[in-house]
């Protein structure tokens, strides 16, 4: 298979492109963390369990891997901005669905449409950071748009509650209904076609699979990135639940802790940033484990206390968003760089089985008590431990 090298953009078209991906990425996120302090009132509202109200981010999750391979076939075949817009046209329907139903049935579709149509972001969005940049300079955008992507883990949450205190639940979809029509029209207006003129829009899905599966880097860094992602997903699932019910906060309050802790991500991945083009991403995924290993050890000691307050359990959740901030970023570069051609294809395989992993993880825990932090505890160990494995594999890869 050709190697694909990144296209050579003036500084200022690449910095239009960055800001480009940026916005995309605040719509993504936002789907997932906007609502999230509105769950317990949405089961009051809608008359519904709990477990239904944690499977709207479960189904959209789904949609959002099953739709991937999709958008990586249209954006190597017929270019990146036509997938890009196919995606947001579908997304801007499901919200209007999301807007208008009082029933959980047709929420839940919704959701899954929502996925569906911006899954074409995550993979259209990578794909074009890779047709730009490579090497250390593509890990420095990669952490810095890591950082971005943290800060709406930081807004969105706190939004959220303010805004389910004042307008109720179904704002914040009118929101998400408004930023995609806007967003839509910034990309058929700003974004350039990036996909390489010399790239061959041959699919050969057999073949791809088989060089990825020969490509030890790319599939022990996606196991990693899946890792990442997941940790995220099992706080975002039950988070609300634990925090709103365990330590009685409302709504808004939950924002203001969510903003506390997504800080510490945005300076792990800030930190990240600085120090990855002196160190490489390989010592700084070590550097980042361990870091998680002790936020993790010191969470597990709290959670066996007969007593412990919130500010208390602060401290190795920051320390663990802290982790997080750093080691994403590192296995998400690793894939890119270990890309060789059909960059969105391949982009979107690692995409699916990320989203798809995520999917599992918030069903799974969408089941487990939330009297006690421990489930919570344990299924981050898990997460954790199958993340040492691949930084294992990657160091004796590389």
């Known amino acids: 298979m050709t190697k694909i090298y990144p296209v050579i953009y003036a500084a200022g078209a690449r910095g239009k492109i960055v800001w480009l991906i940026f916005m995309c990425m605040t719509l993504s996120q936002s789907s997932i963390d906007i609502y999230i302090p509105s769950m317990p009132v949405m089961q009051l509202s809608l008359g519904t369990t709990a477990s ?170 996606t196991l990693g990135a899946l890792c990442g992602s997941g940790f995220l997903t099992a706080y975002s699932t039950q988070g609300a639940f634990l925090l709103e019910k365990f330590y009685q906060l409302s709504p808004v309050e939950f924002g203001w802790f969510a903003f506390a802790i997504a800080i510490f991500t945005l300076l792990g991945s800030f930190v990240n940033g600085q120090l990855v083009r002196h160190y490489g991403s390989p010592k700084l995924l070590q550097l980042g484990f361990w870091i998680l290993m002790l936020g993790l050890l010191l969470f597990f000691i709290i959670s066996y206390l007969p007593w412990h307050t919130l500010t208390l359990i602060m401290l190795p959740m920051a320390i663990l968003f802290f982790a997080e901030g750093m080691l994403f970023p590192n296995f998400s570069s690793t894939v890119y760089n270990s890309l060789t051609g059909n960059i969105g294809v391949s982009i979107a395989i690692m995409g699916t089985v990320q989203v798809l992993g995520s999917a599992f993880i918030s069903a799974v825990v969408a089941y487990l008590p939330i009297d006690s932090l421990l489930p919570l505890a344990c299924v981050w160990l898990v997460i954790t431990l199958i993340m040492a494995l691949a930084i294992w594999k990657l160091r004796h890869s590389s």
């Open 52 to 221: 239904a109200i944690q499977l709207t981010l479960t189904l959209y999750l789904v949609g959002y891997a099953s739709a991937q391979l999709i958008y990586g076939y249209l954006a190597d075949r017929y270019g990146r901005r036509p997938a890009l817009l196919t995606g947001y046209v579908i997304y801007i329907i499901a919200s209007m669905v999301c807007v208008t139903t009082h029933q959980i049935d047709w929420l839940l579709l919704g959701r899954f449409l929502q996925g569906f149509g911006i899954a074409a972001s995550p993979v259209v969005t990578r794909t074009i950071m890779r047709d730009v940049y490579s090497g250390n300079e593509l890990a420095r955008i990669t952490s810095y748009m890591a950082a971005a992507w943290a800060v709406l883990p930081i807004i969105a949450p706190m939004l959220g509650g303010y805004i389910e205190a004042y307008f109720g639940w179904q704002m914040n979809f009118r929101i998400l209904l408004v930023m995609s029509i806007v967003f839509a029209i910034c990309i058929w207006r700003f974004l350039p076609e990036t996909r390489p003129s010399h790239q061959s829009t041959v699919f050969a899905l057999k073949t791809i699979h088989s060089d990825l599966l020969r490509n030890r880097m790319f599939l022990w860094a």
